[in-house]
């Protein structure tokens, strides 16, 4: 199989994100030869630009905010000049999450349709028992969700299916809806 583009994310509830939402957009990533590879985290973003570029391979990366500084680096290291800011990691197919992507599918959602999705998967009492718990209590629900989804074993990757699965089409957040275009946009033969 030929692949034209790689994709860099920072863990496999990124990697279900972008995997979700193509399917959603009626794309087989594998088939269209767009692999998306979980890095282990940011700071191992340097091995994998350097691993992936190949002539006619695109990458590409989705990152969390406080971890940008990894992507610009390692495309420099690669050997790219990144203008600055996030426009400059975008104009090399690299977005950013802010502050992550949980934060950014919650805020495109909004929670009660995040509830919602808890509740249809029978998560809601235990989320709000959490909730409820002295550390937790008069936090931010938009925390209190991520330390919940953070916490139960393998449930940040169940919900971030589920969570972009729950999206209205015209509600992606920006970082992944960019992220996806930028791959699946076919090179120009000139």
Not at 31 to 57: I, Y
Request: charged share 25%; glycine share 12%.
């Amino acid at each position: 199989m030929h692949i034209g583009a790689v994709v860099l994310v920072e863990g496999g509830s990124d990697r279900n994100a972008v995997l979700a939402l193509a399917s959603r957009r009626g794309h087989d990533l594998d088939a269209e030869g767009v692999q998306v590879v979980v890095t282990g985290g940011a700071t191992n973003m340097a091995r994998f630009v350097a691993r992936s570029a190949a002539p006619g391979v695109r990458v590409a990366g989705l990152v969390d905010a406080p971890e940008e500084r990894y992507a610009r680096g390692a495309l420099t290291r690669a050997g790219l000049v990144v203008p600055p800011g996030r426009e400059g990691l975008a104009a090399q197919g690299f977005f950013v999450c802010d502050p992550d992507l949980e934060h950014e599918l919650v805020r495109a959602l909004g929670m009660p349709a995040v509830e919602e999705v808890l509740r249809t998967r029978g998560d809601l009492a235990r989320f709000r028992t959490m909730q409820n718990q002295p550390a937790q209590r008069g936090r931010d629900p938009v925390a209190q969700l991520c330390r919940f989804l953070g916490a139960g074993s393998g449930r940040k990757h169940v919900y971030a299916t589920a969570l972009v699965e729950a999206l209205d089409p015209g509600a992606v957040p920006v970082p992944l809806d960019a992220l996806l275009d930028h791959v699946l946009r076919r090179p120009s033969r000139g």
